[in-house]
């Protein structure tokens, strides 16, 4: 069993910036993708980013690319997801996520473990 916690949401405005942070505990041992997907009021679930065990590959949503970046110690067990140039529709909950494996997933059925989400909210 993996533990996943999320930290680092909060309010911005548009154009700010944040750092999102997860810290995971309990069976870290072995190769596991992590990842970060979010939802907002009334819509579903959305991929955002994903990162490989040894940060090497990365993924990004269209939406995302170019704004954001994701990165992970593998020592520390975390990963992090930098949120750069923000815009109001980036307003949502975020989740921490990671997956037993080495394949980067966008689709959050794929992903086994999941964080309790942070709000993020970005005002015009």
């Known amino acids: 069993q993996v533990h996943l916690v999320e930290s680092g949401g909060g309010l911005v405005q548009t154009g700010g910036s944040l750092r999102l942070s997860c810290a995971a505990s309990?069976?870290?041992?072995?190769?596991?993708?992590m990842g970060w997907f979010r939802q907002s009021q009334g819509k579903e679930r959305e991929f955002v980013a994903a990162i490989s065990g040894s940060g090497g590959s990365v993924l990004y949503a269209d939406s995302v690319k170019g704004r954001f970046t994701i990165s992970r110690d593998g020592a520390k067990n975390t990963q992090s997801l930098q949120m750069n140039s923000l815009k109001p529709e980036d307003t949502a909950a975020y989740y921490c996520?990671?997956?037993?494996?080495?394949?980067?997933?966008?689709?959050?059925?794929?992903?086994?473990?999941w964080g309790q989400g942070t709000q993020v909210t970005v005002s015009s």
């Open positions: 996520a990671a997956r037993v494996g080495t394949l980067l997933k966008r689709t959050g059925d794929q992903y086994d473990y």
């Open positions: 309990g069976r870290t041992s072995g190769s596991y993708v």
